[in-house]
C-alpha cells in the first residue's frame, strides 16, 4: 500500500517548455488535490476532483490544467511554464467522507528558469 | 485579512518542553479540524483531527477547539528533537462539489537537544 504516489520528485523547466505531474493514490479514494507550496503562503488549492470524470478549479487555477484519467490518477499539466509557477507542488486523496482528511504525496519540487 | 491565520515561528524550544501552536479562523462554515506535521522536504502527514469544541488527546499531542472563539491549539508535551517540523493546521467545509481543506501558513518548530 504505497498511498499517494507523484512524479517525477524533481523537475527544472525553461520559460514556455511545458510538463505533466503525474499523481497516483491506491486507497479506492474519490476525491483527489493538487497544492502548490510556497514560503510564507502555506498549500494553495489549483485543482480538485470531487470524484471520477469530474475537476473544479481551486484557488489559483491559472497556468494550469487538470485531467482526472480515473480514479486513481490524477495529472496537473503546465503548458507554458512561468518562473511564477515555480514551486512544490502536492498531490493530496481524500474518501470525502468522515472527517474530510487528506493523505499527501511526497510532493514534486518544480523550478523554472 | 486571510480565512486562518497562524504565527509562522520560527519557534524553538529545548527538549522536554511544552509547546503551544495556534490558530484562529473567520469562517463559521468550518466544521472539521486538523494538524499536520510536515518534515523537512517531504508532504504533509495527518496528526491529529477534531470535530467539536474541547480537547482530544493522541499520546504527547492534545488538539483543542473553542469553537465559539474561532480558535483551535496544539498541544505537545515532553517535547522532543524528532519533533522538529512545521506544523500546519487545517479546517474543512464544502466549497463548490467537494470538501476541501483551507491550510494555515504553517509554523516552523526546532526542539533542541
Known amino acids: 500500500n504505497a498511498g499517494v504516489t507523484q512524479t517525477p520528485k524533481f523537475q527544472v523547466l525553461k520559460t514556455g517548455q511545458s510538463m505533466t505531474l503525474q499523481c497516483a493514490q491506491d486507497?479506492?479514494?474519490?476525491?483527489m488535490y493538487w497544492y502548490r507550496q510556497d514560503p510564507g503562503m502555506g498549500l494553495r488549492l489549483i485543482y480538485y476532483?470531487?470524484?471520477?470524470?469530474?475537476?473544479d478549479k481551486g484557488e489559483v487555477p491559472n497556468g494550469y490544467n487538470v485531467s482526472r484519467l480515473n480514479k486513481r490518477e490524477f495529472s496537473l499539466r503546465l503548458e507554458s511554464a512561468a518562473p511564477s509557477q515555480t514551486s512544490v507542488y502536492f498531490c493530496?486523496?481524500?474518501?470525502?467522507?468522515?472527517?474530510?482528511?487528506?493523505?499527501f504525496g511526497p510532493g514534486t519540487r518544480l523550478t523554472v528558469l | 485579512q486571510k480565512e486562518v491565520e497562524q504565527d509562522p515561528g520560527p519557534l524553538s524550544v529545548p527538549e522536554g518542553a511544552i509547546v503551544s501552536l495556534n490558530c484562529t479562523y473567520s469562517n463559521s462554515a468550518f466544521q472539521y479540524f486538523m494538524w499536520y506535521r510536515q518534515y523537512s522536504r517531504k508532504g504533509p502527514e495527518l496528526l491529529m483531527y477534531t470535530y467539536s469544541s474541547g480537547n482530544k488527546e493522541d499520546g504527547r499531542f492534545t488538539a483543542q477547539v473553542d469553537k465559539s472563539s474561532k480558535y483551535i491549539s496544539l498541544f505537545i508535551r515532553d517535547s522532543q528533537p524528532s519533533d522538529s517540523a512545521t506544523y500546519l493546521c487545517a479546517m474543512s467545509a464544502l466549497w463548490g462539489s467537494a470538501r476541501q481543506l483551507t491550510f494555515g501558513s504553517g509554523t516552523q518548530l526546532t526542539v533542541l537537544p
Open positions: 476532483s470531487a470524484s471520477e470524470g469530474t475537476t
Open positions: 493530496a486523496s481524500s474518501d470525502s467522507q468522515g472527517t474530510d482528511t487528506q493523505y
Open positions: 486507497m479506492n479514494h474519490n476525491s
